[in-house]
């Protein structure tokens, strides 16, 4: 049989020359009853100095590789339970996130998010205490068509995950 998890609606529109401005929607276990949630909805600075850019509104959290794509980027029909068990799946968040692509030779990229988090790890349990996280990626080409990407992230904030198992999932 035929199975539809989610739809998506992308839409993304340039701003002013400074920022864009991207919302996607998504329809999924409401389907039938045409219930549509927003999944993003965020600015993203395009010009800022010293190569920094700056994005703010509800996105998924560059925690972590897989807990930043959207259902129907994964390589799997679910989410990994690693993920799962460890920050709850997808991180939605609101929040604002500063990052900086360094003038290397080489891909490196830092960013800090101050965000409200918005998965079964990090809910919006404690509007006074946000989650503080960090990320990092680096990128090399090893050759005209491979590459290797090396990342890594750390957060602080409310923990409120509940214990489960595998059996639970």
Do not use: C
């Amino acid at each position: 049989g035929m199975n539809l998890q989610q739809v998506e609606l992308n839409f993304s529109a340039d701003v002013d020359p400074y920022f864009t401005a991207t919302v996607v929607l998504s329809i999924g276990e409401g389907v039938v009853s045409g219930e549509i949630e927003i999944e993003e909805a965020y600015l993203k600075s395009l010009s800022l100095p010293g190569s920094l850019q700056l994005k703010a509104g509800k996105y998924l959290a560059g925690l972590s590789r897989l807990a930043s794509q959207h259902l129907h980027n994964l390589d799997f029909a679910t989410t990994s339970i690693p993920v799962i068990l460890m920050i709850g799946g997808e991180m939605r968040q609101y929040g604002i996130e500063l990052s900086w692509l360094t003038p290397l030779p080489f891909y490196l990229r830092l960013s800090l998010d101050v965000s409200y988090g918005g998965s079964m790890a990090f809910p919006i349990s404690d509007p006074s205490r946000p989650v503080l996280s960090g990320h990092l990626k680096l990128y090399f080409d090893l050759s005209s068509s491979w590459g290797l990407l090396i990342g890594g992230g750390i957060a602080n904030g409310v923990w409120a995950r509940e214990e489960r198992s595998a059996a639970d999932i």
